[in-house]
């Protein structure tokens, strides 16, 4: 049985382009391209050189994104303990933020602690990770993304492997009613497989800011093989 899912996300796949592959020295351009080709929200991949070895941005990226951009900002932290950094994020105008549960000792504190921020609260699970990591977060988990690579790195191989994972995130949270991403070597070849296997959101960098056909044509492509 499927769950049902919150309203704002009903009906069809949403696409969240990954800004980690775009030109940050043309970063307006970059955004403005996506959506014009229909992404439906922007992925910002905050890494701190602690829970994965890069480091990239935070909050005054997001803040600057959100005088660029009326769509959603979708942030996914891959640092540890991001407790610290929780008020700053939502204050730079966040929508979503994703934490991984090995990055903190309260995962269950830290969602209720973001949606007391008027922020949508997930869990990002890696490659490595079980869906049971989810099991008693329910009732503070607005959605979940499923890593189908080791986070850290655009452009990486897609690890098809994880795509039973969504089901039995599903089955395991049965009353749930939020959605679930899928992050990590998404492309017109790989977008098919995870709508099929239940992803509601598909989450792309490479695929959409490197695309030789252009930006805006990248994401119609991902909406077209999502769709296929
Ligand atoms: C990986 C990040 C992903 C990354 C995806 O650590 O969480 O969001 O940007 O990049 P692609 O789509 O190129 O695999
Ligand atoms: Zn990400």
């Not at 499927?2 to 351009?29: C, K, M």
């Not at 407790?83 to 994703?98: I, M």
């Not at 008693?136 to 492997?161: C, H, I, K, R, T």
């Amino acid at each position: 049985m499927t769950a049902p899912r919150p309203p704002v996300y009903e009906g069809h796949v949403r696409i969240a382009a990954s800004i980690l592959s775009a030109d940050l020295t043309r970063l307006a351009e970059a955004v403005g391209a996506a959506e014009r080709g229909g992404a439906d929200m922007i992925h910002v991949d905050v890494m701190d050189g602690c829970f994965v070895p890069p480091i990239t941005m935070g909050p005054v990226i997001v803040e600057a994104l959100r005088r660029i951009t009326t769509l959603p900002l979708d942030v996914h932290l891959m640092i540890c303990r991001p407790e610290r950094h929780l008020e700053a994020f939502a204050r730079a105008g966040a929508s979503s933020l994703a934490v991984h549960p090995e990055a903190t000792a309260h995962p269950h504190r830290v969602l209720s602690q973001i949606r007391a921020l008027g922020v949508q609260a997930g869990i990002a699970l890696n490659p490595g990770t079980p869906p049971e990591a989810c099991a008693e977060l329910g009732d503070v988990l607005d959605f979940a993304v499923v890593m189908s690579v080791n986070p850290g790195y655009a452009g990486q191989a897609f690890l098809a492997g994880v795509l039973p994972k969504i089901g039995r995130l599903r089955a395991l949270l049965a009353d749930w009613s939020g959605w679930v991403g899928i992050d990590g070597g998404i492309s017109p070849q790989t977008a098919g497989p995870a709508v099929a296997a239940g992803a509601d959101v598909l989450v792309a960098a490479s695929a959409i800011f490197n695309a030789p056909l252009g930006i805006e044509s990248a994401v119609a492509a991902l909406r077209a093989a999502a769709r296929s």
